[in-house]
């Protein structure tokens, strides 16, 4: 019955891919909005949460740190656990999209727009 529609079912199955790519592309972006990474700095004494998308979500500080006449370095110590924690959730967003992309095929290192 479909006999000669030839690149009519090509592009139904590139429509349904398109759709799959949609679908998991979102379910990714809320995992990543669900994913938390920790950072830290002054071996550990300072630790910055964020979620993998790179919103800062919490702020741990040693209370041994907290002494007035340090204060540049406690600022120093809380700056570098939050560079830390939104480099890993940019690494982790990067690693999930460029599986993602590669699960379908794709080319290793292809950016999708979204």
């Known amino acids: 019955m479909f006999k000669g529609l030839g690149q009519?079912?090509?592009?139904?199955k590139l429509m349904k891919s398109a759709k799959d790519i949609q679908e998991r592309m979102e379910a990714l972006q809320e995992e990543?909005?669900?994913?938390?990474?920790?950072?830290?700095?002054?071996?550990?004494?300072?630790k910055a949460t964020a979620t993998a998308k790179g919103e800062l979500t919490g702020l741990d500080?040693?209370?041994s740190i907290f002494n007035p006449e340090e204060k540049e370095v406690v600022e120093d110590l809380i700056l570098a656990a939050i560079k830390d924690a939104q480099t890993?959730?940019?690494?982790?967003?990067?690693?999930?999209?460029?599986?993602?992309?590669?699960?379908?095929?794709?080319?290793?290192?292809?950016k999708l727009p979204f």
């Open 8 to 12: 009519m079912g090509d592009m139904a």
């Open 61 to 63: 500080i040693d209370p």
């Open 32 to 46: 990543l909005r669900t994913t938390t990474v920790t950072g830290e700095s002054g071996a550990g004494l300072v």
């Open 88 to 110: 890993k959730a940019a690494e982790k967003s990067q690693a999930e999209m460029a599986s993602l992309t590669e699960s379908f095929g794709f080319p290793a290192g292809m």
